[in-house]
């Protein structure tokens, strides 16, 4: 049996994705001081606006981009998108929290992890709902990896 997403479906994964990428790197500035703490909470602060866009672009979409594609009667489908969002990206792995320059491998593992379920979920949402609007999600994440490599690069 096939499951199509819907754009609706995908940005409420994308909502939930940020929140654990802002757990994330709020979780690491624990671990380090200085600049380096500043860094990962603007990370975080990142995270969290880019959650609101997400939630904008959720209200800017049609009915149709928004209509169930699967038999649902007792709601659960979003309890399986958080969980599938969950389990994919930024989901807890183990590293070494007290060096920044883990804290960036990692932060730009899951960074890529995240394109890569994008484009995964891209190819399954229909164009008809919403399909193109995934490109800003994907768009979004690769500012992230910019960010965090250009960072390493330069500091380690």
């Known amino acids: 049996m096939a499951l ?8 409420e994964m994308a909502e939930q994705i940020e929140k ?5 790197y709020r979780k690491a500035a624990k671990n380090v001081s200085g600049e380096e703490k ?6 975080a602060k990142m995270e969290d606006d ?4 997400f939630k904008a ?4 979409l049609t009915g149709l981009q928004k209509e169930s594609t699967t038999f649902d009667p007792n709601n659960e489908a979003p309890l399986y998108l958080k969980a599938l969002a969950d ?3 930024f989901f807890e792995k183990e590293l070494d929290p007290s060096t920044m320059k883990d804290i960036l491998k990692a932060a730009i593992g899951a960074e890529k992890d995240s394109i890569v379920f994008y484009l995964g979920m891209k190819d ?4 008809k709902l919403g399909k193109e609007k995934i490109d800003g999600i994907i768009k979004e994440e690769m500012s992230h990896i910019k960010l965090l490599s250009t ?3 330069n500091q380690y």
């Open 57 to 60: 672009l959720r209200k800017e």
């Open 124 to 127: 399954i949402v229909p164009a």
């Open 20 to 24: 654990n990428g802002a757990i994330f």
């Open 151 to 153: 960072r390493l690069i």
């Open 87 to 89: 389990s994919r990206v």
């Open 4 to 11: 199509d997403f819907n754009a609706d479906e995908i940005f």
């Open 38 to 43: 500043d860094f990962l909470l603007e990370l």
């Open 50 to 53: 880019h959650e609101v866009t």
